[in-house]
Antibody
Framework: EVQLVESGGGLVQPGRSLRLSCAASGFTFDDYAMHWVRQAPGKGLEWVSGISWNSGSIGYADSVKGRFTISRDNAKNSLYLQMNSLRAEDTALYYC????????????????WGQGTLVTVSS | QSALTQPASVSGSPGQSITISCTGTSSDVGGYNYVSWYQQHPGKAPKLMIYDVSNRPSGVSNRFSGSKSGNTASLTISGLQAEDEADYYCSSYTSSSTPLVFGGGTKLTVL
């Protein structure tokens, strides 16, 4: 059974940092691109960042470019999101999502999602 | 990268069919057959309903279908059921610096 379990969220002051993690199981992790998608309270889905199966392709939404860094450790079946210089508008539920098609990046849809980890940026 | 355009809300009665549109540009929806649709119930993670414009993942009801014409993709739900009431989001691969973009979401109400 595929499982994606996010962790690392919490309450943080503006300007501070937070590191999110996503532990994956039930599939061959290093065959698939992985992504972070966020959803602000009462709002829609926003793609945040993605990383290809071999970390050769990495992308960020304009809203987080230069502040967030995505990475993965295929030996640990884990995905990460380092979030620096956090702003109030980064407050959201952050989902980890698996791309449906192996060895693709951004084209296959997301067939598995975690339950999300809540990040609240407030003083 | 601008979000894809979806109607804020649609509604229908049980048994009817509804269609949700998703309008982009030639750089995303119109340029690639990589449109996906997601269903999200309150408090739940999104669920993939359609990928590659019109393909259904295993386990998704055949009442859900997808299509595309030009820069607009569409999700059609036939034989509406109460359990279909949810938010629906489209997404597309893009040729911009960011590989993927979502639509703003559509709230489906089953009357």
């Amino acid at each position: 059974e595929v499982q994606l379990v996010e962790s690392g969220g919490g309450l943080v002051q503006p300007g501070r940092s937070l590191r999110l993690s996503c532990a994956a199981s039930g599939f061959t992790f290093d065959d698939y691109a992985m992504h972070w998608v966020r959803q602000a309270p009462g709002k829609g889905l926003e793609w945040v960042s993605g990383i290809s199966w071999n970390s050769g392709s990495i992308g960020y939404a304009d809203s987080v470019k230069g502040r967030f860094t995505i990475s993965r450790d295929n030996a640990k079946n884990s995905l990460y999101l380092q979030m620096n210089s956090l702003r109030a508008e980064d407050t959201a539920l952050y989902y980890c999502a698996k791309e449906a098609r192996g060895y693709s990046y951004g084209t296959g849809g997301f067939d598995y999602w975690g339950q999300g980890t809540l990040v609240t940026v407030s003083s | 990268q601008s979000a894809l355009t979806q109607p804020a809300s649609v509604s229908g009665s049980p048994g009817q069919s509804i269609t949700i549109s998703c309008t982009g540009t030639s750089s995303d929806v119109g340029g690639y057959n990589y449109v996906s649709w997601y269903q999200q119930h309150p408090g739940k993670a999104p669920k993939l309903m359609i990928y590659d414009v019109s393909n259904r993942p295993s386990g998704v009801s055949n009442r859900f279908s997808g299509s595309k014409s030009g820069n607009t993709a569409s999700l059609t739900i036939s034989g509406l059921q109460a359990e279909d009431e949810a938010d629906y989001y489209c997404s597309s691969y893009t040729s911009s610096s960011t590989p993927l973009v979502f639509g703003g979401g559509t709230k489906l109400t089953v009357l």
